[in-house]
């Protein structure tokens, strides 16, 4: 299947700091890219849906200016947490849905990893 | 929107036997349903998915099948091993919408 690399897998940062999360999908073009938040043991909550080119679409009681996304190319989108605090901490994943047919199917990074002290 | 519902949360087999998960679906558009696997400390991978238009769909071990009528479809692992062993996520689609998360199975494979 198709590949999405995700970058850092773990990061641990001070409070206060901002913290970058890169999205790339290597092997095909990824017109959209979603990121999720996910608690221990829960679901995947999906937090934005960012197409490329054009400004995030954000789901609800998701801060924007908390959480920026930019996705500048068709294989890139990053996630920065801004002034990152201790409740920021979770697991953060990306994925892709691949341009062209079959439409649809998304695939998903390895997840990062967010501690903040 | 769409609304998943998955069950079981928790599910325990023996190596060998068959594991099913099943999820329900509110919103009848929803025409795509991936299953993935989630490893721990892992992102998902999709294992399998099936389009509205097809009942059933097999690949070695692993199968869905789709009831579009009653709004819910099925995933079966036949001869289970202690590597399936992970937590398993069903989801719904409309063609090229967001996709809705059920809250996931965690399935362990006992030796």
């Known amino acids: 299947g198709a590949v999405v690399s995700q970058h850092p897998s773990r990061v641990i940062c001070k409070s206060g700091t901002s913290v970058k999360i890169e999205c790339r999908s290597l092997?095909?073009?990824?017109?959209?890219m979603f990121w999720y938040r996910q608690f221990p043991k829960q679901s995947l909550m999906l937090m934005a849906t960012s197409n490329e080119g054009s400004k995030a679409t954000y789901e609800q009681g998701v801060e924007k200016d908390k959480f920026l996304i930019n996705h500048a190319s068709l294989t890139l989108s990053t996630l920065t947490v801004t002034s990152a605090h201790p409740e920021d901490s979770s697991f953060y994943i990306c994925?892709?849905?691949?341009?062209?047919?079959?439409?649809?199917?998304?695939?998903f990074g390895a997840g990062t990893r967010l501690s903040v002290l | 929107g769409e609304n998943v519902e998955q069950h079981p949360s928790t599910l325990s087999v023996q190596e060998g036997d068959s594991a099913v998960i099943k999820c329900t679906y509110s919103d009848s558009a929803s025409n795509y349903f991936p299953w993935y696997k989630q490893e721990l400390g892992k992102g998902p991978q999709l294992i399998i998915d099936i389009r509205s238009n097809v009942g059933e769909k097999k690949d070695q071990r692993i199968a869905v099948t789709l009831n579009k009528t009653a709004k819910h479809f099925s995933l079966h692992i036949t001869e289970t091993q202690p590597e399936d062993s992970a937590v398993y996520f069903c989801a719904a689609s409309i063609y090229n919408n967001d996709m809705r998360f059920g809250a996931g199975t965690r399935l362990t494979v006992k030796p």
């Open positions: 994925s892709a849905r691949a341009t062209g047919v079959p439409k649809n199917i998304q695939y």
């Open positions: 092997d095909f073009q990824a017109t959209t």
